[in-house]
């Protein structure tokens, strides 16, 4: 099925979220109730993805996606070495140490041949676009590839590699930025982005930042999109695998609002803002080296259930999100749009 096709039957669509939250049972629950779930291929091993693509198809999934984080270009040692020295305190506080500011690929190759041989039906990129031979060796698998964007240049480049499609992302989204240059990142709204990506490229445009409800799913539809994608709006859900702390944040009146933030990872992300992100505005551009040195830390405050020292990803729209299951929140996304008016 050509992704125009897909999108078409399949307009709500499950954003990819690393670091667990896009657990299998949450993109099958999605793909199951009409919707298009996806997986993140980010910060797994090539085995655990697989057995997560596993996971998907045996639970009965046929529609879904997989997200891959594209390389980064090697960022200034100095500069990520620089920054483990403020994060002693937090060490100090977890019982832990700061991880090595190690820069790696994410076993990219190993992904894209996984991929290749899995034959999922959408592989998106985020972080920037794969060269042309990555592109066409997926679409002969039986793929349909994405690029996330931030501005039209983006867009331009991943379609004229050949791109299936793009998703337009607006600053609003929760987790990262998706700029192909971290430090030139253009951060407009979706409402602004949108209409100029629609126009300036010919490729289906998927749409995704701060889409909560189905009034926004019938916005962006009516803006050209072909699909709405969500993130935030699944976090809460029982299938989500984000972890319980993070959930009870959203929900949590004392989390007030989100930032763009590198404190965690060297990248801009948007999240919740909590005290490690209020004491760590230095961090430098740095990823994924600072992502390395923090996961340490990140991952004793979980633990302790300490949600003040997470990376609590949220989109600006978070305390609209439910504890609903996912299959219920695609059926109200599309009762809700099309009482606005959208086919979907």
């Not at 600006?316 to 599309?334: K, N, Q």
Request: glycine share 10%.
């Amino acid at each position: 099925m050509r992704l125009v096709e897909l999108l078409r039957a399949r307009p709500i669509v499950q954003a990819p979220m690393a670091g667990g939250a896009s657990a299998p049972e949450l993109v099958a629950a999605v793909s199951g109730a009409g919707g298009l779930g996806f997986l993140a291929a980010g910060y797994l091993s090539p085995a655990a993805l697989a057995e997560r693509v596993r996971a998907v198809r045996e639970a009965g999934a046929t529609a879904f996606g997989v997200n891959v984080f594209v390389p980064q270009t090697t960022t200034s040692p100095d500069a990520a070495a620089s920054y483990r020295p403020l994060l002693q305190g937090e060490a100090e506080r977890y019982g832990t140490s700061p991880g090595a500011p190690v820069h790696d690929d994410d076993a990219w190759a190993a992904k894209i041949d996984l991929l290749t041989e899995a034959a999922v039906p959408v592989v998106s990129f985020t972080f920037g676009c794969p060269d042309k031979g990555v592109l066409d060796r997926l679409r002969a698998a039986g793929s349909a590839t994405v690029v996330t964007v931030t501005t039209v240049a983006e867009a331009r480049e991943a379609e004229a590699r050949g791109a299936d499609g793009v998703c337009a992302q607006g600053v609003e989204a929760g987790g990262h930025r998706a700029a192909f240059d971290p430090a030139l990142s253009a951060d407009r709204p979706l409402r602004e982005l949108l209409p100029d990506v629609v126009a300036a490229v010919d490729v289906p445009v998927i749409a995704t930042g701060g889409i909560m409800d189905g009034a926004d799913v019938a916005r962006v539809l009516s803006s050209g999109a072909a699909a709405a994608q969500l993130g935030t709006a699944f976090l809460r859900c029982p299938e989500s695998g984000a972890h319980p702390a993070h959930k009870a944040a959203l929900a949590d009146p004392a989390f007030t609002e989100t930032t763009l933030t590198r404190a965690f990872t060297g990248r801009p992300a948007r999240g919740l803002v909590n005290r490690f992100v209020a004491e760590h505005p230095e961090a430098p551009h740095a990823y994924p080296e600072v992502h390395h040195m923090t996961r340490p830390l990140r991952a004793a405050a979980a633990s302790a259930g300490d949600p003040h020292g997470m990376a609590l990803w949220a989109g600006t729209g978070f305390r609209r999100a439910t504890d609903a299951p996912a299959a219920e929140v695609v059926a109200r996304l599309r009762r809700e749009a099309a009482g606005a008016g959208a086919r979907v």
